[in-house]
């Protein structure tokens, strides 16, 4: 029996081609959250960048990111992905409001918006997470690196970082007041 022939249980997955052909048409929707850690002022001292592989065997740096499902809520899909890559012991502290520092468009053309994925059109709802807890990564995330906010924004990372992400990070922190 094929994974194709499984019983989906959970409605809100989408197999593989259904998925393809919605992201043909349909622009996706995605939460995006940089970790960080900060001090008893609420001041960045860590920004938390993953190092993922991508499909075209890469490595390279990223935020927490994912689809958010039909039907689920913005602060569980936030939850969802936030525990999925940094682990059950991170602690995230959802923001208290839904609304992100920023809005992401993602494109397949790589020149369209400065954010680029492949696959699809996406929009990405931009979130800044203070993580409390115990980090490592998990999923397919292969490393966690917790990083002082100017190592974060060196050219050198951002190098590192895969379709944009180096810009949100730019933002995250412009956001917060703290861009050098």
Request: with cysteine.
């Given at each position: 029996?094929?994974?194709?022939?499984?019983?989906?249980?959970?409605?809100?997955?989408?197999?593989?081609?259904?998925?393809?052909?919605?992201?043909a048409?349909?622009?996706?929707?995605?939460?995006?959250?940089?970790?960080?850690?900060?001090?008893?002022?609420?001041?960045?001292?860590?920004?938390?960048?993953?190092?993922?592989?991508?499909?075209?065997?890469?490595i390279?740096?990223?935020?927490?990111?994912?689809?958010?499902?039909?039907?689920?809520?913005?602060?569980?899909?936030?939850?969802?992905?936030?525990?999925?890559?940094?682990?059950?012991?991170?602690?995230?502290?959802?923001?208290?409001?839904?609304?992100?520092?920023?809005?992401a468009?993602?494109?397949?053309?790589?020149?369209?918006?400065?954010?680029?994925?492949?696959?699809?059109?996406?929009?990405?709802?931009?979130?800044?997470?203070?993580?409390?807890?115990?980090?490592?990564?998990?999923?397919?995330?292969?490393?966690?690196?917790?990083?002082?906010?100017?190592?974060?924004?060196t050219?050198?990372?951002?190098?590192?970082?895969?379709?944009?992400?180096g810009?949100?990070?730019?933002?995250?922190?412009a956001?917060?007041?703290?861009?050098?």
């Amino acid at each position: 029996m094929s994974s194709r022939d499984v019983l989906q249980t959970d409605h809100r997955w989408l197999d593989q081609e259904t998925l393809d052909e919605v992201r043909a048409h349909v622009p996706m929707v995605y939460v995006e959250a940089v970790p960080v850690r900060v001090d008893h002022l609420g001041r960045i001292v860590r920004v938390g960048l993953l190092l993922r592989a991508q499909a075209d065997g890469r490595i390279s740096r990223s935020v927490v990111a994912g689809r958010v499902l039909y039907g689920e809520a913005l602060r569980d899909a936030l939850w969802r992905h936030l525990t999925k890559d940094l682990g059950p012991e991170a602690s995230p502290q959802i923001p208290v409001g839904v609304a992100p520092f920023t809005v992401a468009e993602y494109f397949p053309d790589a020149e369209t918006s400065g954010f680029h994925d492949p696959r699809q059109h996406a929009v990405a709802l931009g979130y800044l997470v203070p993580c409390e807890g115990e980090c490592a990564p998990s999923q397919d995330a292969l490393d966690l690196a917790w990083l002082s906010p100017a190592e974060a924004l060196t050219d050198e990372v951002a190098a590192e970082m895969s379709g944009g992400h180096g810009r949100l990070v730019r933002r995250a922190l412009a956001f917060a007041g703290q861009l050098p």
